[in-house]
């Protein structure tokens, strides 16, 4: 840029004098200054100024800093006036509303500004004690009948992250047209210092009453098992090990570096177990100690990975689709139920593994595919028991939680393990049966990063003229899904970064145990010339 334009000037200066945080202005100040006196800073000036965080069905998502692109007091305070005004617009007036959030830089002042204003706006507010998991936040909104909740946290986003996630009564997220509705209203709301705000006194979590809930979800009376764990500097770690005591799991080593919350995840390069690296030192503390299960949560616990010994002892992460794949076969051999259902209902979206469907049927059990996110797996259907997403995000007890939960997906996998354990088998032996039940699924995900037109005109380009021996439909207006025999790409755009995202999917099916390591073989090949197949079509020129 080449210098500070009236404009910019006048727009920056107008927004510090309407915010009402003292350390966020002076930051602005200071930069506003910077700028005016010819310095550099200009260019981050007008990135600050140039709009307001988008309201998706996540909430809110950005950067601590000063100015409207960024997590501060101000937004909140908007976001949170737009959201209660929405509230009572839907007929919510003067319910409760639940505020909890992490550990993340800023989470303490935009907790509380979140429940100043929504108490102000006349709900009764129950603002969670310190730091607590998402799943304890949403399963709050159902446990204590609340109109709302917000968490506020960005999960595993980069350190200088932070966010604003939203629950409804039913405890689970927002879907359309919902969340534009509130981007409106947050749009029409006034400067956040003209914007009432409330006392409001934070109360006991509802951490034990999710703990005695946790505490139902294993299946088995098996025990007996040696798990590591890591909370990846996050808030989970003292949690899960609560419930897995709880439900009998005593034996729990936790990584030391990575077991107190800390909002810079100092040991890690990226704070997300699916990360290369993120995992090496729960891995390494497994084998250190002779674990029989490894489990590494994301920053705010609503993820969970797993990591087990193969059979020459070597540990490997398992896959989100070999993990969910695992859980659902758990619940639905040991009898998952939801509710009153006796017909139980197992979800996960178009772009993970076929593989549930095919095990849902052998149990006689009911299955859904949606679209991607936990918002539409929830949705999936009445009795839903089990839903799943590849990107470790799993949901075992959805009476409870409407939403993933890694720490009651970690009480679950304990649970399995220890069932296996008990039996003499191990997790790649029942791996091994479910191949050899319903074929061998290698799944794998490709992205490239394009423009948004480049990538529009992809996506159209396979739409309108697919490749030869390819189906294809579209279960979205944005989601195109290619077929041939034993394969499956699934194509969709980013949701949050100017990417084009495909999911590829082979199955290949064994003649019987002796025949799995060929089939394998075999998977792995034609996966491998179908990611350069898929490859060369996304890359393509029009």
């Known amino acids: 840029m080449a210098g500070l334009t009236p404009s910019l000037r006048d727009t920056a200066m107008r927004w510090i004098a309407d915010d009402p945080d003292p350390s966020t202005r002076d930051e602005l100040q200071r930069l506003l200054a910077t700028a005016m006196a010819g310095g550099p800073g200009v260019d981050e000036l007008a990135d600050r100024m140039s709009g307001p965080l988008r309201f998706g069905t996540a909430g809110l998502r950005g950067p601590v800093r000063a100015g409207p692109s960024g997590m501060n007091v101000a937004v909140v305070r908007r976001a949170t006036a737009g959201l209660a005004h929405w509230l009572v617009a839907s007929g919510r007036r003067g319910g409760t509303a639940v505020v909890g959030r992490d550990a993340r830089f800023g989470s303490p002042e935009f907790a509380a500004a979140t429940a100043g204003v929504l108490a102000a706006a006349g709900f009764d507010v129950r603002l969670l004690d310190g730091a607590v998991p998402t799943p304890v936040l949403a399963f709050a909104v159902r446990h204590l009948g609340a109109v709302a909740g917000v968490q ?7 350190p200088a992250d932070n966010g604003y996630k939203v629950y409804l009564d039913d405890g689970a997220q927002l879907v359309p047209p919902a969340d534009a509705e509130i ?52 808030v989970g770690g003292e949690t899960c090990v609560h419930a897995l005591s709880r439900a009998g799991f005593d034996d729990v080593r936790v990584v030391a570096s990575q077991a107190a919350p800390d909002p810079s995840f100092p040991t890690v390069a990226f704070p997300n177990p699916e990360e290369p690296g993120a995992t090496d030192a729960v891995l390494a503390l497994a084998a250190d100690t002779g674990a029989d299960l490894a489990v590494a ?45 006796g017909d139980p209902l197992v979800a996960t979206t178009v772009v993970s593994s076929s593989m549930l469907g095919a095990v849902a049927s052998a149990y006689g059990a009911r299955y859904a595919q949606t679209l991607t ?20 995000g799993y949901c075992v007890d959805p009476d409870a939680v409407r939403d993933k939960d890694g720490i009651a997906a970690c009480v679950l996998a304990a649970d399995l393990a220890a069932s296996l354990r008990t039996a003499g088998s191990t997790v790649d032996d029942r791996l091994d049966e479910l191949a050899v039940a319903h074929g061998v699924h290698r799944t794998e995900g490709l992205s490239s990063r394009m423009e948004p037109s480049v990538r529009d005109a992809a996506v159209a380009r396979l739409r309108d003229a697919p490749p030869p021996g390819w189906d294809v439909d579209r279960p979205a207006p944005d989601v195109l899904c290619l077929r041939r025999e034993g394969a499956r790409v699934v194509v969709r755009p980013s949701g949050t970064e100017p990417k084009l995202k495909a999911y590829l999917e082979v199955v290949e099916q064994p003649s019987g145990v002796d ?4 089939a394998r073989e075999r998977a792995d090949e034609v996966l491998a010339a179908l990611r350069a197949e898929i490859d060369d079509l996304l890359q393509d020129e029009p």
């Open 152 to 158: 506020i946290t960005a999960s595993h986003n980069p």
């Open 183 to 234: 981007e409106a209203a947050i749009a029409a709301m006034p400067a956040a210092v003209s914007i009432p705000v409330a006392p409001v006194a934070a109360v006991e979590p509802v951490t034990e009453s999710y703990l005695d809930r946790v505490a139902r979800v294993p299946r088995t009376g098996s025990r007996g098992l040696r798990i590591a764990l890591t909370p990846l500097h996050g």
């Open 297 to 341: 949560l994301d920053p705010d616990a609503d993820r969970c990975a797993l990591g087990v010994p193969d059979r020459s002892g070597t540990w490997r992460m398992l896959s989100g689709d070999e993990t969910g794949v695992l859980l659902a076969d758990h619940l639905l051999r040991h009898g998952a139920v939801s509710g009153d259902v």
């Open 373 to 392: 996110g936990f918002k539409w797996i929830v949705r999936g259907g009445p009795g839903l028991a089990y839903g799943y997403e590849e990107a470790l």
């Open 515 to 518: 025949d799995l390591a060929t």
